[in-house]
């Protein structure tokens, strides 16, 4: 199954300068982890040391955000994933 990862322009620094990324996966979770294979240094602005997703980072597929099923959301071939990066202050 493949599935279209786009990658951030301030993460592609990680990814050796790739833009969109081809990742093998059933569900949000399994994507990431062969994301992570491919260019590990994504992994520590992806995950916090605890390995849960980073509060400041969503993940939408093909649109729709992976919420309430977080990770365990499944995805299907021709899915894309996009990573949000949440802005938060006062």
Do not use: H, W
Not at 75 to 86: F, N, Q, R, S, T
């Amino acid at each position: 199954m493949s599935i279209k990862v786009d990658i951030p322009y301030f993460f592609q620094y990680l990814a050796d300068g790739v833009e969109v990324a081809e990742v093998n996966g059933s569900t949000v979770g399994e994507c990431l982890e062969d994301l992570i294979k491919q260019f590990p240094n994504i992994k520590q602005l992806l995950f916090t040391k605890s390995g849960k997703l980073d509060m400041f980072r969503d993940i939408y597929v093909s649109g729709e955000s992976i919420y309430p099923e977080g990770l365990a959301k499944p995805v299907k071939d021709g899915d894309e994933l996009y990573i949000a990066i949440l802005v938060a202050g006062g």
